[in-house]
């Protein structure tokens, strides 16, 4: 249980450094606009590796009560116990929602096209979505900022652990 929150973190982190060779690396010499998707999964499942570290850092600490091992469980609890103790910008909150909510979307869309560099999902009701290099440069950044906001909330027991 001690180092949860670490194995946590260092897979948020991971995901995150997946995300970001894929939007800089791979889909730079592949050009195939459906990687894109790809980019959104890896922060998607970053983001939730971030929270459980959060999350299992102030079980540890006594600080929240126990909480069910569902996506939906463990965001009620961190949106109730962990948010605003912490000070976390709720529009981290609001792109991981918009994310898993595009996740769904592509997941039940029955129609995704390319369009230039960007790809385009578009549902029964003909609700479209882009997603462009752009629009996930500005997702990983803000990602990234979450990740970093995290590692201030366990800055003692990472420097704990180097020791």
């Known amino acids: 249980m001690s180092n949860d929150f670490l194995d946590s973190r260092k ?3 991971f995901q995150h450094e997946c ?9 730079p010499m592949v050009k195939d ?3 894109l998707m790809g980019v959104v999964n890896n922060l998607v499942i ?9 999350l299992a850092y102030e079980r540890q600490l006594h ?3 126990i909480y069910g091992s569902t996506f939906q469980s463990k965001l009620h609890t961190f949106q109730r116990k962990s948010v605003k103790r912490n000070k976390i ?3 981290h909150i609001s792109l991981l929602l918009d994310l898993k909510q595009l996740q769904e979307m592509h997941k039940n869309c029955p129609v995704e096209f390319q369009r230039g560099n960007r790809l385009i999902l578009a549902t029964k009701e003909y609700k479209m979505q882009s997603l462009s290099m752009d629009k996930l440069q ?3 950044y803000q990602t990234k900022d979450f990740l970093d906001k995290t590692d201030d909330i366990l800055h003692l027991a990472i420097e704990k652990h180097k020791n």
């Open 138 to 140: 500005k997702w990983l």
């Open 63 to 65: 600080l929240i009560p």
């Open 19 to 27: 995300a970001r060779h894929l939007l800089h690396v791979t889909y």
């Open 33 to 35: 606009p459906k990687l």
């Open 46 to 54: 970053s983001f939730e590796h971030a929270i459980d570290a959060i």
């Open 89 to 91: 910008d709720p529009r």
């Open 11 to 13: 897979k948020a982190k």
